[in-house]
């Protein structure tokens, strides 16, 4: 939030697709659930789930190292001069052909922007222009917050560390349950890595089991997928985490099959589950094996007087695990291969919980078709309300590496 007093306008002189826009890129730094609605509310106007990360970058990018700039509140019926110099950043990203982050912005808008935001402006201008997404041409309004005065030297301080890949070496590499494995990584550079607040999750590079004999051995861009904390243990540097193995995945095979000693690296961690809403009561949970070891996380870390239940859903019996959770808490295993008559549907559960309460928030976690599918109805049919709602996309049919920025 800036320091400075800046003059506000009324969110009218924007058209109606900027109204829309702005409200959700505010939502997306303005907690979980507001971006988890945002994150949906952008596909809408043809932005994927995917590509919502580049603007959550971006956002975030802001609040970090231009603290400055003034953003206001989801809700808010005002607009602030900075709030429309970022719609005319976009609406230029947007035009541009070139894509390249060494591209100047100065000849454009008359400033120096700051290199991070200078990197990710196109990224986000080739995703608008697969959207819907339409801007009103107006002026840069220099009035606006100090963003011409930030550096933009090539060695400017990184704008999110956990983005950087750390080097760490596989401990142990055990069988937990059917279909998920537990692996444990330990090196200097995963010093900073944070299991608090539950949930939240790294990117994992498994790389060739000769990577370290030779620079030239090391993929200069390796395949990597996100996975929870389970655990973290900051005097020993030690990181838990559990993979939900899915057969013929490249990287869940290469994590499946490697070895103590076999180098890795991770990004991260980032994400978490934020709590809730004052006045919910109590919180459910629902999730595939991708959610499941989240869905654990949180459990353990309930306040014990906090009512909480879980519909969970794996392939048959042998990939239930014992789950630690405080007495006010439930666990439901539901299969997919349950016998004829025996087979219970997890949205078809959680919709049938939810009709017979009030004043909860929820958790929800997988398919992303099928996440946006249960919002949908949640918020629909249903009538929750929106910041009581967090759904998030783990993984999408069809796709190899699925991001959905409301995981964070």
Request: contains cysteine; negative net charge; glycine residues 8%.
């Amino acid at each position: 939030m800036s320091e400075t007093k800046q003059a506000l306008v009324s969110i009218k002189r924007c058209s109606r697709y900027e109204q829309k826009f702005i409200f959700l890129l505010r939502a997306l730094v303005a907690g979980q659930a507001w971006r988890s609605q945002a994150i949906h509310e952008l596909e809408g106007l043809g932005i994927s789930a995917e590509d919502g990360f580049l603007f959550l970058h971006l956002m975030e990018t802001l609040e970090t190292i231009e603290p400055k700039v003034k953003i206001q509140g989801p809700k808010a019926t005002f607009i602030t001069v900075d709030e429309l110099n970022l719609l005319t950043l976009l609406r230029r990203a947007t035009s541009r052909v070139e894509t390249s982050a060494e591209s100047s912005f100065k000849e454009d808008l008359g400033f120096d922007m700051p290199l991070a935001v200078a990197e990710i402006l196109p990224l986000c201008g080739e995703a608008l222009r697969r959207s819907t997404m339409r801007f009103s041409p107006r002026p840069f309004l220099l009035s606006g917050a100090n963003v011409a005065s930030v550096d933009t030297r090539k060695n400017a301080t990184p704008v999110i560390n956990a983005r950087e890949l750390r080097s760490c070496t596989v401990i142990s590499n055990d069988l937990l349950k059917t279909g998920m494995r537990r692996i444990c990584l330990s090196g200097a550079a995963l010093a900073g890595i944070q299991d608090q607040p539950p949930g939240q999750w790294v990117k994992v590079f498994p790389l060739p089991t000769d990577a370290g004999k030779g620079a030239e051995d090391t993929p200069s861009t390796p395949s990597g997928r996100v996975y929870t904390v389970r655990k973290f243990d900051a005097e020993l540097n030690l990181l838990t985490i559990d993979v939900a193995i899915h057969g013929g995945g490249v990287v869940s095979s290469a994590l499946e099959a490697l070895q103590p000693g076999d180098l890795c690296q991770v990004a991260g961690s980032r994400g978490g589950f934020e709590g809730m809403p004052s006045d919910c009561k109590e919180v459910v949970f629902a999730g595939d094996e991708t959610a499941l070891p989240a869905i654990a996380s949180i459990l353990e870390m309930l306040p014990d007087d906090l009512r909480a239940t879980a519909f969970i859903q794996v392939e048959n019996e042998s990939c239930v695990q014992s789950l630690m959770h405080s007495d006010c808490a439930e666990v439901h295993w539901i299969f997919r291969n349950a016998q004829a008559g025996a087979s219970r549907n997890i949205k078809n559960e959680m919709l049938a919980w939810c009709a017979q309460r009030s004043s909860f928030y929820v958790w929800a976690a997988g398919e992303h078709d099928d996440m946006r599918d249960l919002r949908r109805t949640l918020l629909g049919p249903l009538k929750l309300d929106a910041r009581c709602v967090h759904t998030v996309g783990y993984w999408k049919r069809g796709h190899q590496d699925h991001r959905d920025a409301s995981a964070g």
